[in-house]
């Protein structure tokens, strides 16, 4: 998968991500534990929810099937761009994956407590979206994955993450089962709309049509930026997906 980079929004983010980095150093449980190579595996706390381990490789496919396809939504939440979103989704009948960041989850719980409420699913999308993460220690890996878990779901109110997603694509073997290990299915995708450049309505909406046969995973973003032209490409391809004879699903787990 390509990379995304030179997103000054998400430097920021990692910027306030390494202040988090550094208390969570002194004080996650979830850090100290991790070791999904065959050492101690992290212990639940007392209030949590039993996590089954799921597939380390990394999805695409829909389960509703071949026609199905899967909405992902990533960056957010966002104050401004994600109720727009699921408003939109609302109207539409659709239901998507969020993958959150958990800077952006732990600054706006209520639209967290929102996206679950709709009957959207969460997906981990590290605490500080680093592009670069896959050229980090496995100590990093850790702390950027399970401290946005930690914090998705307290955001949540207790509802788990059921995916995670690499910033830019940058997963590792290491990265990838340890979020299996949390019950968290690595998740990839099949069409960039790369709505995060501003490419234009008419070219997202054009690069969602030519290359749907591709796979089923569609990448948009509800933060990071500007997102009306999400918003507007979102309006013409989710009713022309619709009369293509695709269904709205989920990524397999």
Same mark, same amino acid.
């Given at each position: 998968? =390509?990379?995304?980079? @030179? /997103?000054?929004? &998400?430097?920021?983010?990692?910027?306030?991500?390494?202040?988090?980095?550094?208390?969570?150093?002194?004080?996650?449980?979830?850090?100290?534990?991790?070791? *999904?190579?065959?050492?101690?595996?992290?212990?639940?706390?007392?209030?949590?929810?039993?996590?089954?381990?799921?597939?380390?490789?990394?999805?695409?496919?829909?389960?509703?099937? *071949?026609?199905?396809?899967?909405?992902?939504?990533?960056? $957010?939440?966002?104050?401004?761009?994600?109720?727009?979103?699921?408003?939109?989704?609302?109207?539409?009948? %659709?239901?998507?994956?969020?993958? +959150?960041? @958990?800077? #952006?989850?732990?600054?706006? !719980?209520?639209?967290?407590?929102?996206?679950?409420?709709?009957? &959207?699913?969460?997906?981990? &999308?590290? %605490?500080?979206?680093?592009?670069? +993460?896959?050229?980090?220690?496995?100590?990093? #890996?850790?702390?950027?994955?399970?401290? =946005?878990?930690?914090?998705?779901?307290?955001?949540? @109110? $207790?509802? /788990?993450? #059921?995916?995670?997603?690499? !910033?830019?694509?940058?997963?590792?073997?290491?990265?990838?089962?340890?979020?299996?290990?949390?019950? +968290?299915?690595?998740? $990839?995708?099949?069409?960039?709309?790369?709505?995060?450049?501003?490419?234009?309505?008419?070219? +997202?909406?054009?690069?969602?049509?030519?290359?749907?046969?591709?796979? *089923?995973?569609?990448?948009?973003?509800?933060?990071? @930026?500007?997102?009306?032209?999400?918003?507007?490409?979102?309006?013409?391809?989710?009713?022309?997906?619709?009369? #293509?004879?695709?269904?709205?699903?989920?990524?397999?787990?």
């Amino acid at each position: 998968m =390509a990379k995304h980079k @030179g /997103r000054g929004w &998400h430097s920021r983010l990692l910027a306030a991500g390494l202040g988090v980095t550094a208390l969570a150093a002194a004080t996650s449980v979830w850090t100290a534990q991790a070791d *999904p190579t065959g050492g101690r595996k992290p212990e639940a706390r007392p209030q949590e929810q039993a996590v089954t381990k799921v597939a380390a490789d990394i999805a695409h496919a829909s389960d509703r099937g *071949p026609r199905g396809v899967n909405i992902t939504i990533d960056d $957010g939440p966002d104050p401004v761009w994600t109720p727009q979103v699921l408003e939109l989704l609302e109207d539409s009948g %659709v239901k998507a994956t969020f993958c +959150m960041v @958990g800077t #952006q989850a732990k600054a706006y !719980p209520e639209l967290v407590k929102k996206v679950v409420a709709d009957g &959207h699913r969460l997906c981990d &999308h590290t %605490v500080s979206h680093d592009t670069a +993460m896959d050229t980090k220690s496995e100590a990093y #890996q850790s702390q950027q994955i399970l401290d =946005a878990e930690r914090m998705i779901t307290e955001a949540s @109110g $207790g509802v /788990r993450p #059921q995916y995670y997603r690499a !910033p830019g694509g940058a997963f590792t073997p290491y990265s990838r089962q340890l979020a299996a290990s949390r019950g +968290m299915r690595p998740l $990839g995708w099949n069409v960039d709309t790369k709505d995060f450049e501003h490419p234009g309505v008419d070219n +997202m909406v054009a690069t969602v049509k030519s290359e749907i046969s591709s796979g *089923p995973t569609i990448l948009f973003h509800d933060a990071g @930026g500007e997102r009306s032209e999400t918003l507007a490409a979102l309006r013409e391809v989710l009713p022309w997906l619709k009369e #293509q004879g695709y269904s709205f699903g989920f990524p397999v787990r």
